[in-house]
């Protein structure tokens, strides 16, 4: 009787553990943002209508915006790209949901897109991730989970933010964006996520 108590005591145990709440979760800004997108994009990614789809990517957009500026968000680094001047990041901060920063441009939109913005502004665009976070992201590992603090939408002008409005795009690239949404962040400040 024991030993069954045992092993069903301790299958709770590591099952418990696999129902922990996700990071994302944990602050209550963070999972709003993230209920906010997901209210959007479920009901006009299952209305199978293109006037649909396009409003809710809008709107996510104009939810993002609202956003402002963020502390101790949860995330998990998905992509380094970059030397320290040119540096891009990724990092997913929900379910398919990422914030991008970067430092250069060029590496961001290399290509034609590239003349869109040369036109706009003549001034250099602000760092998307200061000299704190990308002195931090040389310690860090891809696939590690983070925490971040810093400004949505706040780098390179509102060209960017332009770009991320899919204003022209087809349906196939705002159904795209609301299954994936990525959102141009400044990251100011970024350290591994300490074990609870």
């Known amino acids: 009787m024991n ?3 045992l092993l ?4 709770g145990l590591v099952l418990g553990g696999c129902f922990d709440r996700p990071c994302h979760e ?7 943002f993230l209920d906010g997108l997901s209210a959007l994009a479920k009901p006009a990614l299952s209305a199978n209508n293109p006037l649909a789809v396009e409003e809710a990517a809008k709107q996510s957009v104009a939810l993002a ?3 402002g500026a963020f502390s101790d968000w949860c995330g998990t680094i998905r992509k380094i790209e970059g030397n320290a001047q040119t540096v891009a990041v990724t990092v997913e901060i ?4 990422s914030l ?30 200061s000299d704190t976070a ?17 400004r949505m939408g706040e780098i390179a002008g509102s060209g960017v933010l332009d770009l991320s409005r899919l204003f022209g795009k087809s349906v196939a690239e705002h159904r795209q964006f ?11 400040v970024i350290s591994a996520l300490k074990k609870s």
């Open 26 to 32: 944990r602050n209550p800004a963070q999972k709003a």
């Open 65 to 67: 915006s609202k956003v």
């Open 134 to 150: 990308i002195a931090a992201l040389k310690s860090l590992r891809l696939g590690e989970r983070v925490t971040l603090s810093g």
């Open 100 to 129: 991008y920063a970067f430092n250069d441009w060029a590496l961001a939109f290399a290509g034609s897109v590239t003349d869109l913005f040369s036109t706009r502004s003549r001034q250099a665009p602000p760092p998307g991730l």
């Open 8 to 11: 069903v005591g301790g299958a």
């Open 178 to 188: 609301l299954q994936t949404p990525r959102f141009v962040a400044r990251i100011e």
């Open 94 to 97: 929900g379910p398919q949901v």
């Open 3 to 5: 030993r069954r108590a």
